[in-house]
């Protein structure tokens, strides 16, 4: 009897637990459809749940969701749609804001150094980590201070004026790889040369402006803390926005 009755205490629990979580939205493309379409509704109520149901949609299924809005900004004759899903695709824009633009690796960098390879019959140039950022790909690649930069996606540089020139220099070959791609470093680092992959964020537009810190061991970094206010500011622009918006639409949808 005892059992009996445990086992019926049980199986209410569980009917109890099932009743109190909420219930998750089924996103069938009848349903996505249906949801599009009360986009138009006169009662604002309806549009309003329309809105949730779609928003709740690109948190489940991003890719899916920007797919679909997309092609919408594309065809449809309905401005509200149009305007409604632009506003849905904006969250999506600031989780792809490290998927494209300039390339970014989160490094303060000092002095250049000329280091022998061995096996190498000629030196290469290269310049020391004085820092990394904090949760920057640097810091997740595992690049360390005092390891020397000798190398990027095997191009190498010769002497200190090069790798620190504006158009062919380590800082010009970071940006030109690009946020998104993964750039292959030669490090050296304990006299042993070591192959670095780290994939690369997009570079702040202002990071040129921001202010630098003194560090103890004589080198200069950025404020973090003004680095990460201003990446969160630029992902959620309207400025960032349009720029993530056409490079979107200038892409030929996947059929």
Same mark, same amino acid.
């Given at each position: 009897?005892? @059992?009996?009755?445990?086992?019926?205490?049980? =199986? &209410?629990?569980?009917?109890? %637990?099932?009743?109190?979580?909420?219930?998750?939205?089924?996103?069938?493309?009848?349903? &996505?459809?249906?949801?599009?379409?009360?986009?138009?509704?006169?009662?604002?109520?309806?549009?309003? !749940?329309?809105?949730?149901?779609?928003?709740?949609?690109?948190?489940?299924?991003?890719?899916?969701?920007?797919?679909?809005?997309?092609? =919408?900004?594309?065809?449809?004759?309905?401005?509200?749609?149009?305007?409604?899903?632009?506003? #849905?695709?904006?969250?999506? $824009?600031?989780?792809?804001?490290?998927?494209?633009?300039?390339?970014?690796?989160?490094?303060?960098?000092?002095?250049? =150094?000329?280091?022998?390879?061995?096996? +190498? $019959?000629?030196?290469?140039?290269?310049? *020391?980590i004085n820092s990394t950022s904090k949760d920057s790909p640097a810091e997740k690649a595992g690049l360390q201070q005092g390891d020397v930069i000798v190398?990027?996606?095997?191009?190498?540089?010769?002497?200190?004026? %090069?790798?620190?020139? #504006?158009?062919?220099?380590?800082? $010009?070959? &970071?940006?030109? %790889?690009?946020?998104? !791609? *993964?750039?292959?470093?030669?490090?050296? @680092?304990?006299?042993?040369?070591?192959? *670095?992959?780290?994939? #690369?964020?997009?570079?702040?537009g202002n990071i040129d402006q921001m202010e630098m810190q003194l560090m103890p061991n004589g080198g200069i970094r950025i404020n973090e803390e003004e =680095?990460?206010?201003?990446?969160? #500011? +630029?992902?959620?622009?309207?400025?960032?926005?349009?720029?993530?918006?056409?490079?979107?639409?200038? %892409? +030929?949808?996947?059929?």
């Amino acid at each position: 009897m005892n @059992r009996y009755l445990g086992n019926i205490a049980i =199986l &209410i629990a569980g009917m109890l %637990t099932a009743w109190a979580e909420p219930q998750k939205p089924e996103f069938s493309g009848e349903q &996505i459809d249906a949801h599009i379409h009360r986009l138009l509704e006169p009662d604002r109520a309806a549009r309003m !749940k329309a809105c949730e149901f779609l928003a709740a949609w690109v948190e489940q299924q991003p890719e899916q969701a920007k797919a679909r809005f997309l092609d =919408l900004i594309r065809k449809s004759e309905e401005p509200e749609i149009r305007e409604r899903c632009l506003q #849905l695709l904006k969250p999506v $824009a600031a989780r792809e804001f490290g998927q494209f633009g300039e390339g970014y690796m989160g490094i303060s960098m000092g002095d250049a =150094l000329m280091i022998q390879v061995p096996g +190498e $019959a000629q030196a290469r140039c290269g310049l *020391v980590i004085n820092s990394t950022s904090k949760d920057s790909p640097a810091e997740k690649a595992g690049l360390q201070q005092g390891d020397v930069i000798v190398s990027l996606n095997k191009h190498f540089w010769r002497d200190g004026s %090069t790798i620190v020139d #504006l158009q062919q220099g380590l800082s $010009a070959k &970071i940006r030109a %790889t690009g946020a998104g !791609k *993964v750039a292959n470093l030669g490090i050296w @680092r304990k006299n042993e040369l070591l192959q *670095v992959d780290v994939l #690369l964020t997009r570079r702040p537009g202002n990071i040129d402006q921001m202010e630098m810190q003194l560090m103890p061991n004589g080198g200069i970094r950025i404020n973090e803390e003004e =680095l990460k206010r201003a990446v969160e #500011l +630029e992902k959620n622009s309207s400025a960032y926005f349009g720029e993530w918006l056409e490079k979107q639409l200038a %892409t +030929e949808p996947v059929r």
